[in-house]
């Protein structure tokens, strides 16, 4: 079973940046697509933004489009989400998930990491 581990999370003020960090156990890492999801207070876990293993195509929800960028590095297993002009409407759980490309659904969850953004 896939193990994801975050780090990055924490607090900052609105129109801050941070940058957080999933790393995963090694064993086909690169043949997976790695997403972020994020769930606030109240709502439903919603989809952020996911990284293909096979070309490293991107594809970002719609509301943080251009303030985001998700990353990987297969070397470390590791995948990234920059956060760039952070809103209020950002604080949330953020959570690393990962699936292989046969699936249709994000079988391995991380832990989940705070992010809170001050206004």
């Known amino acids: 079973q896939v193990q994801l581990v975050e780090s990055g999370g924490g607090l900052v003020q609105a129109g801050g940046s941070l940058r957080l960090s999933c790393a995963a156990s090694?064993?086909?890492?690169?043949?997976?697509?790695m997403a972020w999801f994020r769930q606030a207070p109240g709502k439903e876990r919603e989809f952020v933004a996911s990284?293909?293993?096979?070309?490293?195509?991107?594809y970002y929800a719609d509301s943080v489009k251009g303030r985001f960028s998700i990353s990987r590095d297969n070397a470390k297993n590791t995948v990234y989400l920059q956060m760039n002009s952070l809103k209020s409407e950002d604080t949330a759980v953020f959570y690393c998930?990962?699936?292989?490309?046969?699936?249709?659904?994000?079988?391995?969850w991380g832990q989940g990491t705070q992010v809170t953004v001050s206004s």
């Open positions: 998930a990962a699936k292989s490309w046969h699936r249709d659904k994000y079988d391995y």
């Open positions: 090694g064993r086909t890492f690169s043949s997976y697509t």
């Open positions: 990284i293909r293993g096979s070309d490293g195509s991107t």
